[in-house]
């Protein structure tokens, strides 16, 4: 079955860094997410992206964050300057149609220090 | 933004028996809901899924059950197997642009 990639696996970084965490969609999708999973708790929406720009955020999603597409394969989310409370997995996500199955990809681990 | 609940947070199951987890949600708008499946470290893995076009669908021992009127749904395993033993996830969307999770049920399948 066609995979998400994410890279990478762990990121720690010092508090007020900024971090790119980068995807890679499986290749003849269209739609993007990026969600976030704070340990233990339920996974949260940051943002989704579709035909070169976001299509819906969540209230999480502030001007600390940022989303980009810079390529045909890869799609990037950058915090600005991290907060010790960025700390979660980080998951890209993506279809190819609409009311289609999220493909998830392994998430990143970020933790801000 | 809890649009999309589930209520019960743990759930243990005996293996071979049925396990049946619920999720409720608010907005009657939503018109597709899934269900995850999550391993600690990993990604969600998708299990199921179904339109709110239809009340039932299956997928080998993996049923899930939709009642529009009721703004619930549940998933039904059977028989459960020890290897079921994760986070289950619901989720529901309106269009494309956003899947809502609910809170996740840790089930455990005794052996």
């Known amino acids: 079955e066609p995979e998400v990639t994410q890279t990478p696996s762990h990121q720690v970084t010092q508090m007020g860094q900024e971090v790119i965490l980068r995807c890679v969609p499986i290749?003849?999708?269209?739609?993007f997410y990026w969600y976030r999973q704070i340990l233990g708790q339920k996974v949260e929406f940051l943002v989704s992206f579709y035909n070169n720009e976001i299509s819906e955020k969540s209230e999480i999603f502030d001007d600390q964050f940022s989303v980009e597409r810079p390529d045909g394969s890869n799609f990037t989310l950058k915090i600005r300057s991290t907060k010790l409370e960025d700390s979660a997995m980080y998951f890209c996500a993506s279809i190819g149609r609409p009311n289609e199955k999220l493909f998830f990809g392994s998430g990143t681990q970020l933790s801000v220090l | 933004d809890q649009q999309v609940k589930q209520n019960s947070p743990s759930l243990s199951v005996q293996e071979g028996r049925i396990s049946i987890l619920n999720c409720d949600y608010t907005n009657s708008m939503f018109d597709y809901f899934l269900w995850y499946k999550k391993y600690p470290a990993e990604g969600p893995t998708f299990l199921i899924s179904?339109?709110?076009?239809?009340d039932k669908n299956e997928d080998g021992r993996f049923t899930v059950f939709l009642n529009k009127s009721a703004k619930h749904l549940s998933l039904h395993i059977v028989p459960s197997q020890p290897g079921d033993s994760a986070v289950y996830f619901c989720a529901a969307s309106k269009g494309t642009y956003k899947y809502i999770f609910g809170t996740g049920t840790r089930l455990k399948v005794l052996a």
């Open positions: 179904i339109s709110s076009i239809k």
């Open positions: 290749s003849n999708h269209l739609y």
